[in-house]
């Protein structure tokens, strides 16, 4: 079966980097891309972008250029976010999300990342 | 790219039916049958009921509904159970590769 499973919590300091994966199994991995999306303390949902599987090549939402960074490492199936420069605003569960082409069929677990000094 | 609109909330009571709005543009939701729905509970992950704008994935009862009309897609709830009480998202393709999400609408019983 279909399986996203991310790395646990974190906490860093302000200006300290992250990086976040998403190991998938069950499935051919390079043959559907990956999402990320961001929901802070009690908010919605937020699209962050996507990376093809395929070619490696990562699309950034508005408001996620710059200090985020999708990569993937193939051999092991996994997807990993960095962010860098870390700021209090960052606080927030990180999903990985399967692309099914017109929609986000499997989920990640989700992982907290929390920025605090 | 603006989020789509979704009331904060909506209610029912069990055994009733609740319908769940999510409004974009001609860029979006108007723009393309690729709008979908998310359940969400609290401290769990977002869980696929409705894709293509009406399309159910394996596995999710058929008392979920989609639809859509112009630049507003619906969700029904029919039947309202203990366990459809959380948070529903909608999200659409917006061309250029590009998603977006509704802000959510919160489901409680009356």
């Known amino acids: 079966q279909v399986q996203l499973v991310q790395s646990g919590s974190e906490l860093k300091k302000p200006g300290a980097s992250v990086k976040v994966s998403c190991k998938a199994s069950?499935?051919?991995?390079?043959?559907?891309?990956m999402n990320w999306v961001r929901q802070a303390p009690g908010q919605g949902l937020e699209w962050m972008g996507w990376i093809n599987t395929n070619s490696g090549n990562p699309t950034y939402a508005q408001g996620f250029t710059g200090r985020f960074v999708f990569s993937l490492d193939t051999s092991v199936s996994t997807a990993y976010l960095q962010i860098s420069s870390l700021k209090a605003e960052d606080t927030a569960v990180y999903y990985c999300?399967?692309?099914?082409?017109?929609?986000?069929?499997?989920w990640g677990q989700g992982t907290l990342v929390t920025v605090s000094s | 790219q603006s989020a789509l609109t979704q009331p904060p909330s909506a209610s029912g009571s069990p055994g009733q039916s609740v319908t769940i709005s999510c409004t974009g543009t001609?860029?979006?939701?108007?723009?393309?049958?690729?709008v979908s729905w998310y359940q969400q509970h609290p401290g769990k992950a977002p869980k696929l009921m409705i894709y293509e704008v009406s399309k159910r994935p394996s596995g999710v009862p058929d008392r979920f509904s989609g639809s859509k009309s112009g630049n507003t897609a619906s969700l029904t709830v029919s039947g309202l159970q203990a366990d459809d009480e959380a948070d529903y998202y909608c999200s659409s393709y917006a061309g250029s590769d590009v998603r977006v999400f509704g802000g959510g609408t919160k489901l409680t019983f009356l």
């Open positions: 999300a399967r692309d099914s082409i017109t929609t986000f069929d499997y």
């Open positions: 069950g499935y051919t991995f390079t043959s559907y891309g």
């Open positions: 001609s860029s979006d939701v108007g723009g393309y049958n690729y």
